[in-house]
């Protein structure tokens, strides 16, 4: 927040929207560094949404400790706000994550409404575990949410503080929703991120 344009306002409320319909979802958690008056009415209209204003831009250290002091025992999606997900998160319902850290690709959605997995996996734009994470997770993660290459710097994160790294994206679907195109970042000519927009070495397929 806020957007740059009203095209992608839509996108991400509309995302908000879908998740909030969910059995699997009980809560939305909106982390803003500024909403405005027109937004913030918006967004209180849609179910299960809370929003937690912050002094300044997220890190994923700020939202690792908020799990894990106020989340305990809770399964817990960290996501962008232009991804929403399908029943198909009944899964976790499944499986035993303690100790798993599922970094799940996207599918794009496209103009017609269709879908399309990202190619190859070193890209995520989803996180799921149970809190609380390792002390790790808090003290390196101190990497600003969005910034180009902050998702595999995150998996890789997961990696040394002994957390079995997942991406099981052909089952558990999440939607990314981004035909604007309207991006907060400098990109070069080929419109990829400028090289000093990037953090981080470190590529993970998986």
Same mark, same amino acid.
């Given at each position: 927040? &806020?957007?740059?344009?009203t095209a992608r306002r839509a996108e991400v409320l509309q995302s908000i929207k879908e998740n909030s319909t969910l059995e699997e979802v009980d809560r939305i958690l909106l982390f803003?560094?500024?909403?405005?008056?027109?937004?913030?009415?918006?967004?209180?209209?849609i179910q299960k949404v809370e929003i937690i204003e912050t002094a300044s831009r997220c890190r994923y250290s700020d939202l690792f400790l908020y799990a894990n002091e106020n989340l305990v025992g809770e399964i817990c999606i960290i996501c962008n706000n232009d991804i929403s997900f399908t029943n198909s998160l009944s899964?976790?319902?499944?499986?035993?994550?303690?100790?798993?850290?599922? =970094?799940?690709?996207?599918?794009?959605?496209? &103009?017609?409404g269709s879908l399309r997995h990202k190619e190859p996996k070193q890209s995520q734009d989803s996180?799921?575990?149970?809190? &609380?994470l390792p002390q790790k997770m808090i003290d390196k993660?101190?990497?600003?949410?969005?910034?180009?290459? =902050?998702?595999?710097?995150?998996a890789?994160?997961?990696?040394?503080?002994?957390?079995?790294?997942?991406?099981?994206?052909?089952?558990?679907?999440?939607?990314?929703?981004?035909?604007?195109?309207?991006?907060?970042?400098e990109q070069n000519k080929r419109g990829t991120p400028a090289k000093d927009e990037k953090v981080g070495h470190h590529?993970?397929?998986m």
């Open positions: 927040f &806020p957007f740059v344009t803003a560094e500024r909403v405005s008056v027109q937004d913030s009415t918006l967004l209180r209209e899964h976790l319902n499944e499986i035993d994550i303690e100790d798993m850290f599922i =970094c799940l690709t996207r599918w794009d959605v496209q &103009p017609d996180w799921i575990f149970r809190s &609380p993660g101190r990497i600003f949410f969005g910034r180009p290459g =902050c998702d595999n710097m995150i890789y994160l997961g990696v040394i503080s002994g957390l079995k790294v997942l991406n099981p994206s052909e089952l558990i679907i999440s939607k990314h929703r981004h035909l604007s195109n309207s991006r907060n970042y590529s993970l397929y």
